[in-house]
Each structure stands twice: as structure tokens, then as C-alpha cells.
């Protein structure tokens, strides 16, 4: 039996096998493209691919794929097999240098948001070398970017790879100013926390909800769900036990350091959390933890359901982003330092966080939208659909003394200055947890807590880079053509303090005062996908993303009509699977309960003239008038979804199901689960919540 050291990236082509399959100078001159960005030539890039496709034959890979991301939310591959024939009939295996750089996929079927038109289908796939290549199910898959014809990216990672590049130069400009030479990148790293659900696959295969949308449109609320809090971290069954393993096993091969397991808060809901590593890396990683989550459910006879909310009243699932920066050299540029240089230098990372997410909250709010995750924000299992950021009272208390000029704490005698007196010594984890705040400081790093578990952590983390990116050159331009460093630095923080400090929250966003609070401080609070939408083509937005050239204005007005599109036919899907249940299953069944009910009674009647048919009675008055009910309103989902039909503009549609279609729905389900309680259960057509959510034992 191998040991974890042993699977551990044994189906991943990286450093280890290149340094033992490539030639020295071949080798040298990769490592210069994946730590420092060198273009890798032609030459180099042939013997690249020939020492690989030799060791994905040698591990029983017959294909080759270009493995992208687009901007569908999961990931993309067109199989080609190493085949070349010969001229006496055979074949050879073959795989170019060429082949490795650049792939050319169909670009017209993806979403494009009006870059590519159908007969517009040239696309290409490009190589991105600092995402080692790996071999799935018999396939060897190379991490790429994906591009139109024309240049434009249709992808999440092109953006992605541009905000780290962005990050980096600014990062660096910084860092020069507090005389750090050595440092050659630096990057940001991320360790993104999955929360998913697991229900029994026969069960799952009687919910036509769940098939068509990944969440339950229909469901009454079971006798028990996670009121006594006994499922969380409690002992995990055996039949999960299994699948965990098996499903560690094969995120270790591939080279995803899967860390931590648990049973989270609602019954059937777990999570896993990996090690950080870099943003790009750590993407890829979770895109197939998402992937093999679901394949190895199924071999396990489950359904792993990624939805962020797949039961009405019980916790959701989210996507917990833990965002750091680090150098080339092993130092996190958010580890509170020991020294006043050191602290000077945190304080100024810091403060170009807390200005990105004060400046940019309407872009972290928009990177996280979703029809799924609307069900989500503000609940309480998630933060509040309001920005806010949470420091802790201990660098909370820091940063007020630096904006007032008073003294820190009650034995500090001077005046705290940057950069000249010795600021606190701050211990690791600094701050407590704070599970409401959207994005909260947790000792060297940010956990941007609001993104939906289906998401791809690229648009959030592009968002997150590019904005600080922002920040940092605005630092480094003011601190370059200072006089006085010190003293700019100081008045540099102090200023960014004064004019952000709305921003920090330390307190319980989940109450009500808090919302209005936010308002006076003249937070955003974007409640759905259509309130945050339009400030994606915001003036101040378009000029960030343009100016550090991470998207065109045309790309990120094309991001704009996919999300608005997505969320339409998102909910499109939902009615009509919901208008499908009710109108061929739900009512037939509860008419014919009726009508068990009314032979009962007049059999009753027939035999004992006298006898009480009370309870007959009274529930064909109660069941007649409920599914009368649930007919007018099935009939006016109907009539909202062919209302919606008629409207052109996707913006005004979106508003429209958000206001109209989402209401009719929720009007229906109510009425529909109250029927549910009171119908027999052989009569109900589809397995209730407690199915559902107890049916892994």
C-alpha cells in the first residue's frame, strides 16, 4: 500500500519530474518562465512537451488536453490522442512544442458577452506554464488561458493572471521604498475552504429540483435539521469516512493539499480546506476539488451538491477565500513584524487593503453575485450582503492611535509615529474569528468570506489583486517623490485611516442595527445580483481594471451581460422546473389523496351512517383549498414567465425576476410545502427534506 508521500503529486508533471526528465539548461530555462515570467522559446517548449507526453505514456495517458476555464464557472477540455500516423500504416506517439503552447478550441460556444458571434469560432488555448501540467482519467491536461481571435480573454484566468502581475509590480515599488532589494515577485496565495452537502444518489434521483437546478424548489421543514448543533465537527459516518478518503487520495495525486476535513453546522453538510498556496495554483486546485468531489460522491452512490443553498432553513454553502501576500524570498507582507521597520512596512500593506475594500466594496460585492449565493448573504450562516472588514480590537486600537496622535495603550508614553517608535509586538493569530464579517483579518491574512460555494475563486481574487494593485501604487507614487520618508509614511497612514475607517466593523453584522449603522457610514448594501450589477460599468471601475490592464473596457463590459444573462436563465430554469413539479406531480398527487379521502368518507358513510368523518373532512376542505391555491398560483408563475418573455433588455429582465418571477415562486412554494405537510406521505411524488438530509447513514 503506497503512503501519502508517495501519491503525493505522483500524477502531476512538476518541478521534481522536470528537474529529473529535462536537461539542465532545458530546466534552468523553464524555472526563469514559472518564477520570473522569461518567455519560453519554441526550441526549449519542444523538449518540454517531448519529456512529457513520455511520462504521461509511461502513466497511462493516451490523450492530451487543453485544460481551461471559462466563463461558465467550471472548467473545459477537447481530448486530441498522441497518435501521429506513418507512412506503412502504423502510428507513433507524437506531442509538439507547439502543440504544448497553444491550442485552438471552438471560441463561438462558450459565453463570450458579445466578444464572439457564432460564426466567429476561432479561440485559442494558451499554455500557462506556472500551473504544472497533471494527468486525469488517462488524459494529460496542461493548464491554460483562453482567447478569442482577436485577442480577448473568455476565460477567468487570463484576468487572474494579469491581476497577479499587476500586484506584483506595485507590490515591488513598495518594497523598494523600505530598501527590500532581494525580493524578485511577490504573489498573492490564497487556501480556499469548500463546504458542500452529500445526499444518497437514489434520493437525489427522485428530485426533479435537483437534477435541473442543484437546490430544492419544493420542501417542507423536517421535525429535526441542525437545532441542536450536534452535526457540527461531530463524528464523521463511515460511509462519508470512505468517501473523504478516497476523495483525499485523489486530490494528493494531482498535488491539491487537502488539509482539513469536518462535518459542518447542517445536517449532510461538510467541509474541506486546503493549504495555502498561489492564487493561480490554488484556482486550478479548486476547480478540481469541486470536480472530484462530485465524481468520487458517485462511486459512493451520493450526490455532492455544490449549490449555495440547497435547503430552504438550514445553513448554505459557501466559499471561504483566505488572501495573503507573500514574497519570493518566504515572507508574508501581512505578518505583523517585530520592529519598527517591519511594522511600518505591515501597516502600509494594510492600509492599501483597507483602502481597496472601502474604494472598491461595489466590485468585492459583485465578484460574489450569483442567483445561488442571493439566497445566502445575510442569512446566518453567511456575512451580510454589506462590505465590511473586521482588524480586531488590538490593530483597530493601532490604527486609532496612529489617525489621533495619541498614545497606544496605557503604558505607551509617546506619541506612536511610524516607522521612528517601536509599535506593539503583535502575536500570530492577533484577532479573534469573526464569522459575520465579509471579509476579516485572521493574524497574517484576509478571509474574504462571501463567495457562494459553486464559485470560481478567480473573479473574486482578480477583484481582490487588482484593487489593492490600485492602492499600492497610489502609496508608492506619493512615498517616491517624498522629501521625508518617514514622515510621509506616517502621514500617508494616518491619512488613509482618516478617510477609510468606515469601512472596519469589529461588531455582529448579523444585527439589525448594524445595516442601519452602514447606511450612515454610506456603506453599499447590495442585497441581490440586479442592486449590484450596474456598478461593474462604473467610471472609477472601468478606469481600474484599464489602467492596470487587466481588463479591456470591452471585456468587462462583456463580464457584465454574461452575469446578467446567467442570473436570468438561472431563475428561468428554476420557474419552469418549479411550474414542471407542481403541474405533472404535485397537484395530480394531492387530488388523488383527495380523493382516497372522499371514498373513505363515504365508505364510512355507506357502512355506519353515524360514524365521524371529522377527519376526512376537514382535510378535504383544508387540501382542496390549498392545492385551489397552488393552482392560481402555478397559474401566476405562468403567466410571470411568459411576461418575462416579452422583455428585450436583459438589465430590465433581470430586475424583472428578481422583483416578479423570484416573488411568484416563493408565493407558490410556500402554499406548496404547507400541502406537503398534511398530504400522505405515499402520496407525495418526491422524497421530503428528512429524506434528503438523513439518507447517508
Known amino acids: 500500500m503506497s503512503t501519502i508521500t508517495e501519491i ?3 500524477n502531476v508533471f512538476d518541478e521534481s519530474v522536470m528537474k529529473a526528465r529535462l536537461p539542465k539548461e532545458t530546466f534552468k530555462q523553464v524555472q526563469l518562465t514559472i518564477k520570473k515570467g522569461k518567455r519560453l522559446d519554441s526550441a ?11 511520462w504521461a505514456i509511461e502513466k497511462g495517458a493516451t490523450h492530451f488536453t487543453h485544460w481551461f476555464q471559462p466563463m461558465t464557472g467550471v472548467t473545459a477540455e477537447k481530448h486530441d490522442s498522441f497518435i501521429s500516423p506513418t507512412p506503412d500504416g502504423k502510428v507513433i506517439m507524437e506531442f509538439s512544442g507547439k502543440e504544448l503552447i497553444q491550442g485552438e478550441p471552438d471560441a463561438s460556444s462558450f459565453p463570450s458577452g458579445g466578444l464572439r458571434a457564432t460564426f466567429e469560432a476561432r479561440g485559442y488555448t494558451a499554455w500557462d506554464p506556472t500551473s504544472y501540467a497533471f494527468i486525469k482519467d488517462g488524459v494529460l491536461c496542461i493548464p491554460t488561458a483562453f482567447c478569442s481571435y482577436g485577442g480577448e480573454a473568455l476565460d477567468k484566468k487570463t484576468p487572474l493572471l494579469r491581476s497577479m502581475e499587476a500586484i506584483n509590480k506595485q507590490a515591488l515599488r513598495v518594497l523598494r521604498l523600505f530598501g527590500n532589494t532581494e525580493v524578485a515577485t511577490v504573489k498573492t496565495t490564497v487556501g480556499p475552504e469548500q463546504e458542500y452537502f452529500l445526499v444518497d444518489k437514489e ?13 430544492t424548489l419544493f420542501g417542507a421543514k423536517p421535525p429535526k435539521g441542525q437545532e441542536l448543533d450536534d452535526h457540527y465537527f461531530g463524528v464523521i ?3 462519508v469516512s470512505e468517501f473523504m478518503k478516497d476523495l483525499n487520495d485523489e486530490l494528493w495525486k494531482l498535488g491539491i493539499l487537502a488539509k482539513t476535513e469536518h462535518n459542518e453546522v447542517a445536517p449532510a453538510q461538510h467541509e474541506l480546506a486546503p493549504i495555502f498556496t498561489t492564487t493561480n495554483i490554488a484556482t486550478d486546485h479548486n476547480q478540481l476539488t469541486m470536480e472530484l468531489m462530485q465524481k468520487v460522491a458517485k462511486k459512493h452512490g451520493m450526490v455532492c451538491l455544490l449549490h449555495e443553498k440547497p435547503f430552504a432553513g438550514v445553513n448554505g454553502s459557501g466559499k471561504h477565500n483566505n488572501w495573503s501576500l507573500s514574497t519570493d524570498t518566504g515572507v ?23 483602502k481597496a475594500v472601502d474604494e472598491y466594496q461595489d466590485l468585492l460585492r459583485i465578484s460574489v453575485a450569483s442567483a445561488g449565493n442571493d439566497h445566502r448573504l445575510g442569512a446566518n450562516e453567511a456575512p451580510p450582503a454589506v462590505v465590511s472588514m473586521f482588524l480586531g480590537d488590538e490593530i483597530t486600537a493601532v490604527l486609532k492611535a496612529i489617525e489621533t496622535d495619541e498614545p497606544y495603550g ?15 509586538r503583535f502575536p500570530k493569530d492577533t484577532t479573534d474569528r469573526n464569522r459575520t464579517s465579509p471579509f476579516a483579518f485572521t493574524g497574517n491574512k484576509f478571509e474574504f468570506r462571501m463567495l457562494g460555494s459553486t464559485a470560481s475563486i478567480a473573479g473574486p481574487n482578480t477583484v481582490l489583486n487588482t484593487a489593492v494593485a490600485e492602492e499600492l501604487r497610489q502609496f508608492a507614487d506619493a512615498l517616491e517623490s517624498a522629501a ?19 469601512i472596519i466593523f469589529n461588531g455582529n453584522g448579523y444585527e439589525e442595527s448594524w445595516l442601519e449603522e452602514a447606511k450612515k457610514r454610506g456603506l453599499l448594501n447590495l442585497v441581490s445580483t440586479p442592486d449590484c450589477l450596474p456598478y461593474l460599468l462604473h467610471k472609477k471601475n472601468i478606469k481600474l481594471f484599464t489602467d492596470h490592464k487587466v481588463y479591456t473596457e470591452t471585456e468587462l463590459r462583456s463580464r457584465y451581460e454574461i452575469l446578467e444573462e446567467k442570473y436570468c436563465k438561472t431563475l428561468g430554469i428554476e420557474a419552469a422546473t418549479m411550474l414542471d413539479m407542481a403541474k405533472k406531480d404535485i397537484l395530480p398527487a394531492v387530488t388523488s389523496y383527495v380523493h382516497e379521502l372522499s371514498d373513505a368518507a363515504l365508505a364510512k358513510y355507506s357502512f ?28 401566476a408563475l405562468e403567466k410571470c414567465v411568459m411576461d418575462a418573455k416579452e422583455i428585450k433588455d436583459t438589465g430590465a429582465l433581470a430586475r424583472f425576476y428578481k422583483d416578479s418571477v423570484f416573488a411568484a415562486m416563493n408565493d407558490l412554494r410556500a402554499t406548496v410545502d404547507e400541502m406537503e405537510t398534511v398530504t400522505a406521505k405515499k402520496y407525495w411524488p418526491y422524497p421530503s427534506y428528512g429524506d434528503l438530509l438523513f439518507s447517508v447513514r
Not at 502621514?491 to 468606515?502: A, F, G, P, S, W
Open 410 to 424: 496605557a503604558k505607551e508614553k509617546e506619541l506612536l509615529k511610524v516607522g521612528v517608535h517601536i509599535l506593539p
Open 44 to 54: 526549449v517548449a519542444n523538449v518540454v512537451a517531448n519529456a512529457m507526453k513520455d
Open 608 to 635: 355506519m351512517p353515524d360514524a365521524d368523518s371529522t377527519y376526512e373532512k376537514s382535510m378535504i376542505s383544508k387540501l382542496s383549498s390549498l392545492s385551489a391555491l397552488a393552482f392560481k398560483k402555478t397559474e
Open 237 to 239: 459516518k463511515s460511509r
Open 484 to 502: 521625508d520618508f518617514e514622515a510621509a509614511l506616517h502621514d500617508l497612514i494616518k491619512k488613509t485611516v482618516q478617510e477609510h475607517k468606515r
Open 203 to 215: 434520493v437525489f434521483d427522485k428530485r426533479k429540483d435537483l437534477i435541473y437546478t442543484g437546490r
Open 332 to 354: 508574508n507582507l501581512l505578518e505583523p513584524g517585530e520592529t519598527p521597520y517591519e511594522n511600518a512596512q505591515f501597516l502600509l500593506f494594510l492600509c492599501a487593503v483597507i
Open 8 to 10: 503525493f503529486s505522483s
